[in-house]
Nanobody, 118 residues
């Protein structure tokens, strides 16, 4: 099985910074990609993703402010969030996925609340 444990959420003022971490535990599978999604008043949306090779992808709304990185040896993915805005307020979910036989399997963390006060 695959387990994801997130940490690092909290309350911060506009313009502040937070760093989210997510440790992915698995003894069975090879994780291909990892990332962060968030859910505010609207549907869950992609924030940033990173492949096992280090290729990154960001939502337009966070480009230049957020940085995703991963430590493959520790199976950990990070999200450094700078210049935070009230509209970044959401529950942030860590995601990890693997692929097998052209099928994708997604795994999710429990979510961590990020609140940005104005």
């Amino acid at each position: 099985q695959v387990q994801l444990v997130e940490s690092g959420g909290g309350l911060v003022q506009t313009g502040g910074s937070l760093r989210l971490s997510c440790v992915v535990s698995t003894t069975t599978f090879t994780i291909n990609g990892m990332g962060w999604y968030r859910q505010g008043p609207k549907q869950r949306e992609l924030v940033a993703t990173i492949t096992s090779g280090g290729r990154t992808n960001y939502a337009d709304s966070v480009k230049g402010r957020f940085t995703i990185s991963r430590d493959n040896a520790k199976n950990t993915v990070y999200l450094q969030m700078n210049s935070l805005k009230p509209e970044d307020t959401a529950v942030y979910y860590c995601n990890a996925y693997r692929t097998a036989w052209d099928k994708r399997y997604d795994y999710w963390g429990q979510g961590t609340q990020v609140t940005v006060s104005s």
